[in-house]
Every structure is written in structure tokens, then in C-alpha cells.
């Protein structure tokens, strides 16, 4: 069974980095399409980036093009997200998710991590 476990949340100034790793277990990580996506308290959850490597796809939302990078490390089985840049409006939950189709929507996808909590402050 795939199961995801998201890492690398923290406490982050303005202006700061972080990378979060997506680790899988029961799959090839290559063989899916692997978003991000993120979850304000009070606030639905959104798309964050997805990559699909079948399709030869990554698309990003329009609030962190130019901030983060989703990349992937087919050796290690992990999908990462480079954040630069953070903003206090990027805190939130960080979740990744397993579909079969790169698309920033969460009704398509399948399978979740857990989330990792990133906070932007000073």
C-alpha cells in the first residue's frame, strides 16, 4: 500500500527557506504524479506544485512561481519542495499527495501524507 510521510516543516523568518521532503513506501514515486498542497487554519486546502514524470509535467501555483521547485530524487524514492523567499501567507500545513494526473486540485488525488507545519514569522 503507498503510504507518504512529509518532513522538513518549521519555524521560518520572512524572506527564508525551506525545503520538505515527500518519502514513499509501497511504490515507485516515478510512476506517479506527485503534488503539494497546503492548508491555512480556517481556509480550504490548495494546490501548491504537482510533477508527473510520464507526462514530463510540473505546474505550480500562480501565489509561488518563482519561490519554490518541486524536484525529485528517483534513487532515494523522495519528492522534494524548495521554498525561497517565504512569506507570512505561506504558513500553513504542508501535505503531498499521490495521484495518477498533475493537476493542482485536491479531489484528484489519492493518496495523502500526513502534512508537515510550516510557519513563516518573525
Known amino acids: 500500500q503507498l503510504q507518504l510521510v512529509e518532513s522538513g516543516g518549521g519555524l521560518v523568518q520572512p524572506g527564508g527557506s525551506l525545503r520538505l521532503s515527500c518519502a514513499a513506501s509501497g511504490v515507485t514515486l516515478d510512476n506517479y504524479a506527485i503534488g503539494w498542497f497546503r492548508q491555512a487554519p480556517g481556509k480550504e486546502r490548495e494546490g501548491v506544485s504537482c510533477?508527473?514524470?510520464?507526462?514530463?509535467?510540473?505546474n505550480y501555483a500562480d501565489s509561488v512561481k518563482g519561490r519554490f521547485t518541486t524536484s525529485r530524487d528517483n534513487a532515494k524514492n523522495t519528492v522534494y519542495l524548495q521554498m525561497n523567499n517565504l512569506k507570512p501567507e505561506d504558513t500553513a500545513v504542508y501535505y503531498c499527495a499521490a495521484s495518477v494526473l498533475c493537476r493542482l486540485r485536491v479531489s484528484d488525488m489519492r493518496y495523502w501524507g500526513q502534512g508537515t507545519q510550516v510557519t513563516v514569522s518573525s
Open positions: 510533477t508527473y514524470t510520464k507526462e514530463d509535467s510540473t
